[in-house]
């Protein structure tokens, strides 16, 4: 059974850079699909925000592209996503998913998120 | 990249049926049949229900339907019970690896 879960700062402050891991467990990342992060501002709905193919390339949501940067870790099998010059526009809560289909446009399995405050 | 429009809320009692609409253009529903519906409790992770319009993924009721018609992509449930009241997601391919949700639609079982 394949299993995500996220970890990372519950609390960062405004202009700086949220950091989260996801771990991978039941599935090697380097066998195959993509990974992604999805987000979740209280109360309101998903947004996509980018993923990375099992290879290294990555794909991001063009609203957010020049401050999202998703990375890989096969021997840890983790992935991980940075958010820099954070506002509290990006308190949400990070998901993390398994992404299959076409271009990995759906999330199979997905972590139980991670709720991130941006607050000073 | 605007989100994909859906009903803010729907209803319907124990044993009837409901359908929610998912809305975009033809550079998103319209242009690929890679719609797929998610269902969300409160406080919990978004659940795959349907995907590539029409799939149901191993383990979902066959209640659930999905179904596409130009740039309006729907889910239909069947049989409501109290169970499936949520939030459900529609969400899009969109070209060139982007993807696109829509806003939600919270279901009530009444």
């Known amino acids: 059974q394949v299993q995500l879960q996220e970890s990372g700062p519950g609390l960062v402050k405004p202009s700086e850079t949220l950091s989260l891991t996801c771990a991978v467990s039941g599935y090697s990342i380097s066998s195959g699909y993509y990974w992604g992060w999805i987000r979740q501002p209280p109360g309101k709905g998903l947004e996509w925000i980018g993923s990375?193919?099992?290879?290294?390339?990555?794909y991001y949501n063009p609203s957010l592209k020049s401050r999202v940067t998703i990375s890989v870790d096969t021997s840890k099998n983790q992935f991980s996503l940075k958010l820099s010059s954070v506002t509290a526009a990006d308190t949400a809560v990070y998901y993390c998913?398994?992404?299959?289909?076409?271009?990995?446009?759906?999330?199979?399995?997905w972590g139980q998120g991670t709720l991130v405050t941006v607050s000073s | 990249q605007s989100a994909l429009t859906q009903p803010r809320s729907v209803s319907g009692s124990p044993g009837q049926s409901v359908t929610i609409s998912c809305t975009g253009t033809?550079?998103?529903?319209?242009?690929?049949?890679?719609v797929s519906w998610y269902q969300q409790h409160p406080g919990k992770a978004p659940k795959l229900m349907i995907y590539d319009v029409s799939k149901r993924p191993s383990g979902v009721p066959d209640r659930f339907s999905g179904s596409k018609s130009g740039n309006t992509a729907s889910l239909t449930i069947s049989g409501l019970q109290a169970e499936d009241e949520a939030d459900y997601y529609c969400c899009s391919y969109a070209g060139s690896y982007k993807v696109v949700f829509g806003g939600g639609t919270k279901l009530t079982v009444l």
């Open positions: 990375i193919y099992h290879s290294g390339s990555t």
């Open positions: 998913a398994r992404l299959s289909g076409v271009r990995g446009a759906v999330g199979d399995y």
């Open positions: 033809s550079s998103d529903v319209g242009g690929y049949n890679y």
